[in-house]
């Protein structure tokens, strides 16, 4: 219990240096500078190091550039999946509404440029066209075409919605797979407590990871590749395709005889509660 408090006071206090950083970069009026987008990578990666998890990266990270942003698509665990990979590349996010309401974190992403999306109110036309203009800005978006998360063990079909992105400019694509893994001694019983599913609240969930021991967080980066302008239905379902191979296969790889228990299924989950999609 000592060590959690301990780093739950640590946590918090790098959150209030994010909301003071908002200030000192100069965040809130212009959140595009090099300056901003610097310390909002630096800002993340030490959330990542302070929530104790390990990161392995397989695979090629995109170099980034000034001129055209890249549209970065990853299956989607947990909130920890944003600062996890954002802390390795510089690039914004797409979040569900809500997270605006989330204390400290809501205003941190908000201010430093993430896109906001209401689910089921048919925001993703709008929604599409804030990521076309954010790439052609030189800015580089993440989103998770799931909609939601997931228990970490598969991923689940893709929206092809936001997408449609590349109706407005060339979009180049890097899909993401990230695995979540655990010591063999140190298995937790009851479900993967990454995953922020089913009745999961923020606080709840943060005080429940603070609290595991030595977990790692595997990230693989998959060729970059550009969507085609048109019918984009083929081209998701063969990224969701790769990504889950990519998936299976770091499973295999770090914990092939881990098998979560059955709490955490798709049947299970309350998907409105994270779903960007009606």
């Known amino acids: 219990m000592t060590r959690k408090i301990y780093a739950s006071a640590r946590l918090l206090l790098h959150i209030l240096a994010g909301v003071v950083l908002l200030a000192l970069t100069g965040a809130i009026w212009n959140n595009k500078t090099q300056l901003v987008?610097?310390?909002?990578?630096?800002?993340?990666?030490r959330m990542v190091h302070l929530l104790g998890i390990n990161v392995n990266i397989h695979g090629q990270m995109p170099m980034p550039t000034n001129s055209k942003g890249i549209l970065y698509v990853s299956?989607?665990?947990s909130w920890i999946d944003i600062p996890l990979i954002g802390g390795l590349s510089q690039l914004n996010f797409l979040s569900k509404a809500e997270v605006r309401s989330w204390p400290l974190i809501g205003k941190l992403a908000e201010g430093t440029g993430t896109l906001?999306?209401?689910r089921?109110?048919?925001?993703?036309a709008r929604v599409s066209?804030?990521?076309?203009?954010?790439?052609d800005d030189g800015r580089s978006v993440l989103f998770f075409p799931e909609g939601t998360t997931s228990d970490g063990k598969t991923v689940r079909k893709f929206h092809s919605k936001l997408f449609k992105a590349a109706h407005h400019t060339t979009v180049n694509v890097c899909p993401i797979a990230i695995h979540y893994h655990f010591d063999?001694?140190?298995i937790?019983?009851?479900?993967n407590p990454i995953a922020f599913i089913d009745e999961d609240e923020f606080t709840e969930h943060l005080w429940r990871v603070l609290?595991?021991?030595k977990v790692s967080a595997t990230v693989e980066f998959l060729p970059v590749r550009s969507a085609p302008s048109g019918n984009l239905e083929v081209f998701v379902r063969g990224l969701r395709s790769e990504i889950n191979e990519a998936l299976q296969q770091l499973q295999r790889k770090t914990s092939t005889n881990i098998q979560w228990p059955d709490a955490s299924t798709h049947d299970g989950q309350r998907d409105e509660a994270t779903s960007f999609y009606s």
């Open 37 to 45: 987008k610097s310390t909002k990578q630096w800002w993340l990666a």
């Open 75 to 77: 299956n989607h665990v």
């Open 116 to 118: 906001f999306i209401k």
């Open 120 to 124: 089921g109110s048919g925001d993703a």
């Open 129 to 135: 066209e804030s990521i076309a203009r954010y790439l």
């Open 184 to 186: 063999q001694s140190e």
């Open 188 to 191: 937790p019983s009851s479900g």
């Open 211 to 213: 609290g595991l021991p």
